[in-house]
Nanobody, 120 residues
Framework: VQLQESGPGLVKPSQTLSLTCAVS??????????WSWVRQPPGKGLEFIGH???????YYSPSLRSRTSISVDTSNNQFSLQLSSVTPEDTAVYYC?????????????WGQGTQVTVSS
């Protein structure tokens, strides 16, 4: 299984950050896995953003819940992240990842990560 993030590398403050994770080598149309977004701000550790399963059930980090939306696109075998009202504090490397349901934070597969900078 391979995951690949894509999206703009630069977003202006107050705008919405939109990223997509393309999944290859396996189908996203199963409820066996969590499809997750995780980020790492500069000089800091990994931060969980949220995840989704194929059925559409989602869970978001409480600190980001009001600004986060994750969705699945089965026709393209991918899932997406939208983070609204971004500030420079949202600058980070963003990763998509997969874990087995029941082992939520034990990620089996990761994308390579994509740098997103929030700046005017």
């Amino acid at each position: 299984v391979q995951l690949q993030e894509s999206g703009p590398g630069l977003v202006k403050p107050s705008q919405t950050l939109s990223l997509t994770c393309a999944v290859s080598g396996g189908s996203i149309t199963t409820n066996s896995y969590h499809w997750s977004w995780v980020r790492q701000p500069p000089g800091k550790g990994l931060e969980f953003i949220g995840h989704i399963v194929y059925s559409g059930n989602t869970y978001y980090s409480p600190s980001l819940r009001s600004r986060t939306s994750i969705s699945v696109d089965t026709s393209n075998n991918q899932f997406s992240l939208q983070l609204s009202s971004v500030t420079p504090e949202d600058t980070a490397v963003y990763y998509c990842a997969r874990s087995v349901v029941g082992l939520v934070y034990e990620y089996e597969y990761w994308g390579q990560g994509t740098q997103v900078t929030v700046s005017s």
